[in-house]
């Protein structure tokens, strides 16, 4: 599939992989986000606990939405290939800065009925190829609490490694950073 073989009022698609789409967040996409981010479940190693509500969905997806016109990356929504319209998780790359430098932060949570299919890592592979050639020299890093170790086997299969001095942020996450 490419962004042609699509009709013209389809979603923006940023990456396509062998078994996914990945795609601009759109306003359309509240409860998708919500049924990811209110999951207890998906929110296991989060202090702050799941979403409350779907407003909050809602403002956070503005967030998302508004990330990329402005950066012109940004987190993107993912589906399956066989099932395009299916929202199974969020993942991409956020441009911040951290500690001063400006890097980018990798972001990924999914269903828990897409967990185990090796679906988090092949989107976030789609989403660095997309991105990271467009922006020569700014490192990927991605912020994980000690004890999310499916977060922290992700994070080290893609390439990135903990601070060897065990540097966390504010909120006491590892600093993971791209070799
Ligand atoms: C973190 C998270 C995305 C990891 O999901 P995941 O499905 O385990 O991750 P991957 O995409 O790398 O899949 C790897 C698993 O799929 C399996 N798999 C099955 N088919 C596969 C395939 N075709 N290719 C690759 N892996 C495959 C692998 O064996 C592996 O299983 P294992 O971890 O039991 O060994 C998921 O746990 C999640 O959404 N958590 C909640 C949100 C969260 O904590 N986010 C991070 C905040 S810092």
């Not at 996914?20 to 479940?41: N, T």
């Not at 992700?154 to 950073?177: F, K, N, S």
Request: aromatic residues 8%; glycine residues 8%.
């Amino acid at each position: 599939m490419t962004t042609t073989d699509l009709p013209a009022d389809a979603r923006t698609v940023v990456a396509v992989s062998e078994r996914l789409v990945l795609s601009r967040p759109q306003e359309g996409d509240a409860e998708a986000m919500f049924a990811i981010h209110g999951d207890p479940e998906t929110n296991r190693y989060n202090p702050h606990g799941p979403q409350r509500d779907l407003a909050a969905a809602r403002e956070q997806l503005a967030g998302f939405v508004a990330d990329w016109p402005r950066d012109g990356v940004g987190y993107c929504m993912v589906a399956t290939r066989a099932e395009p319209e299916v929202v199974i998780g969020v993942a991409g790359l956020f441009l911040h800065s951290l500690d001063g430098e400006p890097v980018f932060n990798l972001y990924y949570r999914f269903r828990p009925s897409a967990w185990g299919k090796g679906y988090a890592a092949e989107a976030c592979r789609a989403a660095m190829a997309e991105a990271l050639p467009r922006f020569p020299g700014v490192p990927v890093t991605a912020l994980i609490r000690a004890d999310n170790l499916p977060s922290r086997r992700l994070a080290e299969r893609l390439g990135l490694m903990p601070d060897p001095d065990g540097r966390v942020d504010q909120e006491d996450r590892l600093i993971h950073r791209m070799a």
